[in-house]
């Protein structure tokens, strides 16, 4: 297997990422999908994928975000945005909700980050600011529970160093608990071996490898 | 015996100064609002408070909070885009904090529930949360020792639920309660739909009766 | 207090005892009730006592046993005997089950046993005899779970020796779990000051402390 | 996803020797009587069962014990009025015992299924099941640390469930179906009422699909 590099077009828009992210989800998996941008992998599953998804605060059998009269206040997801339910659906309390997480019993969880290291390690819950009051909600639990660990966010931070770092610098969520990175500018699959890159978008192999302090190898 | 009550004071009647009060809801589904009201009224100082968040805007728990009422808090995620109360009081020294992982929270009640003495949990391991913890070894993964988080009362929220004090919840609104029941000394439901012994299905039943010393029949109070 | 002394008749029949232990189980109270003669305590609570039963193998609110059409093979009592269901009942798995127990939510546990020692450690699973197969069931759980562990059983072996013993010579079930016990000739009250009699059948105060290896006082 | 089966024989497919099988039941209530036979004629030897009892008369359990395929029976209460079949091979020394009480056996399988690496439990301390075991004193009471009991295969029967593979139970035989469920790699459940996707309340789910591998449908099999 190779890195597929696709060139002549520019990074993942965010809705593309989505749509990656959602492609590599197996059929029939049973998956978390973090606050945030992750839960817009959600809109981009094939309606019959089969997929079932989870939300910590006690729901599996998750349906999209609620519209007009199906908001019920009672029904919410770990975001706490409204949603609905969806046939086969069941609920459950907060202590079942996590032991079916760190149990392992997910198949997917996808996860939002400030910075993933090259073991895997995810750092996606504090900013490390002095003056930042912590706050962890259930990362820690999705990061270390689920079967495959996927994290999605911009490669380059703003200030333009990578977010796939030799060590995270913030604190950390969990310890080599990633197993694939999705970013605007690439896939990246990580594993005790090392990190091998998948896919490229709107950047080569060789540039991608030059900008990163961590070694990478084709996919 | 699980009293019925009408009255949200006598409902919360004898929570004692220094007590740690779990308190039930995530977002606002499950949240027990009209107890938490009753618990400001009430007067109880010096708590420790147990919830996944640490109060929204200025209602509810963030008044309890802004009410100097509160020692220490005990959640998953204070920080929230309207939890002004509870960072100004953090950032002024005026409230302990204790961060859990939301899952550990509820397993840590669950264990007090249970009977469990301490457990051995892969959850936060080597990050800043595990510090000064006592962490094992275990089939080659890391793991934290975490103690039971007991509650003298747990404050929480149900759907519906029988004269003996049986208890069903409504989607994801069930959330802590049924775990918060368990884990506290006195346990006070408000219950929106007050029905006879008998009304509800034994299978379906959430939270037996053993669990639930007071229910605030919260429909009788709006008749009244 | 003084212990009452029930003279000018003879030692509690089987049925007698479980009345006197029916007699003092509080109103309203959360009650398991052992396999065997513990069971039969059940007859003897008045119609509005309140009590409500536990079965560990998972129900709460058990009705008596079942006759005729009312036998239904899903629903047995610990002692997998057909039992009835109340209005108020509620099913739960076997974890939740002993959760219940273990966290100390029942008030009353009524066991049977072989021995009871002065500090009221409890052996009623396993006579030690080397060629027993041992089986502890749920005895371990139930003798460590309540608020309150009654004992019901004969005071005297059938050699004459008593039950109430200084320490068990049998395996034990329990360390220092047993707060009254039960039996034919007296009922005693043991606490960390020691065992009081609060009543004799059938044999006076004197007498049977001069029968007894353990030291007793007066109620 | 939950496959939905009707052959007896194709639910037990792929059970290697050596496995660890968690059976459920308790009594009768709940006894996966369909796969036990099932798991007879498959064959896998060596195996490690995780049950409540050993055996009654000369079926079921017991038959698998009389086939000679069980190395290690794991239970809380092995010997009964009619458990002739384990206590002959136990006398023998045929078969390896590992007595645990009732709920220590059920929160160990819990603990497997909820990712959590060892327990402190109070039960049992101070008694010879406690010999050999890591004790500790925790708030003034002696506990044992209890690790966690994982299937390779859970058995397990329930009263109804969907396609998607959501159980519910029925009175007292839901007893270990739902712990069981959560602790296995592979759970098989026999269902005598298999219903569409929608059927059930997801109220009144017990064990939510994401623990169930395989449903045998025992109506549909009795049909053919």
């Known amino acids: 297997m190779s890195t597929v590099e696709h060139l002549g077009r520019g990074p993942l828009g965010r809705e593309e990422l989505a749509a990656v992210v959602a492609r590599d989800i197996p059929r029939g998996a049973f998956v978390n999908l973090g606050i945030g941008q992750p839960t817009t992998v959600a809109d981009h599953l094939p309606a019959d994928s089969g997929v079932i998804l989870h939300t910590e605060n006690g729901m599996l059998g998750m349906g999209p975000a609620a519209k007009g009269d199906e908001v019920d206040p009672d029904l919410i997801n770990a975001g706490k945005l409204p949603v609905t339910e969806l046939p086969g659906a069941s609920y459950f309390h907060h202590a079942d909700s996590f032991a079916m997480m760190r149990g392992g019993h997910l198949d997917v969880c996808v996860l939002g980050a400030y910075q993933v290291s090259r073991r895997g390690d995810l750092a996606n819950w504090h900013t490390g600011a002095p003056d930042a009051i912590p706050a962890v909600g259930g990362a820690m639990d999705l990061a270390i529970g689920a079967k495959q660990v996927f994290v999605m966010m911009t490669l380059f931070a703003k200030d333009g160093t990578a977010k796939l770092v030799p060590e995270c610098t913030y604190p950390l969520t969990g310890l080599a608990c990633v197993s694939r990175l999705y970013t605007d500018q690439a896939i990246f699959h990580l594993g005790p071996d090392g990190v091998t890159v998948a896919e490229t978008y709107g950047i080569g192999f060789d540039e991608l490898a030059a900008r990163l302090e961590v070694p990478v190898r084709r996919g | ?224």
Chains 1, 3 share one sequence.
């Not at chain 2, 039930?24 to 009430?42: E, N, S």
């Not at chain 2, 988080?149 to 959330?175: E, F, M, Q, S, W």
């Open chain 2, 1 to 224: 015996m699980t009293a019925i009550l009408t009255d949200p004071d006598e409902a919360l009647a004898g929570v004692e100064d220094g007590s740690t009060v779990l308190i039930g809801g995530f977002g606002m589904a499950g949240m027990p609002v009209t107890l938490i009201d009753a618990l400001i009224r009430q007067g109880a100082k010096d708590l420790t408070v147990v919830s996944n968040n640490a109060g929204n805007g200025d209602t509810g728990l963030a008044a309890l909070l802004a009410a100097g009422r509160v020692r220490k808090m005990i959640c998953s995620f204070p920080r929230q885009s309207d939890s002004w109360v509870f960072d100004g009081l953090y950032r002024a020294g005026e409230i302990e904090l204790e961060v859990v992982p939301q899952g550990t929270l509820a397993e840590r009640m669950r264990a007090a529930g249970a009977g469990i003495g301490a457990f051995y949990c892969p959850t936060g391991a080597g990050t800043p949360l595990a510090e000064g913890k006592e962490t094992r070894t275990i089939d080659g993964r890391d793991h934290v020792l975490e103690y039971p988080i007991k509650g003298d009362v747990a404050l929480i929220a149900a759907h519906a639920g029988d004269r003996l004090g049986n208890l069903v919840y409504r989607k994801t609104a069930r959330n802590f309660g049924p775990v918060m029941a368990t884990a506290a000394a006195l346990t006070i439901a408000q219950v929106s739909h007050v029905v006879e012994v008998g009304d509800l299905d034994p299978e379906t039943v959430v939270t037996p009766c053993v669990y639930v010393d007071r229910i605030l029949d919260t429909k009788a109070g709006e008749a009244a």
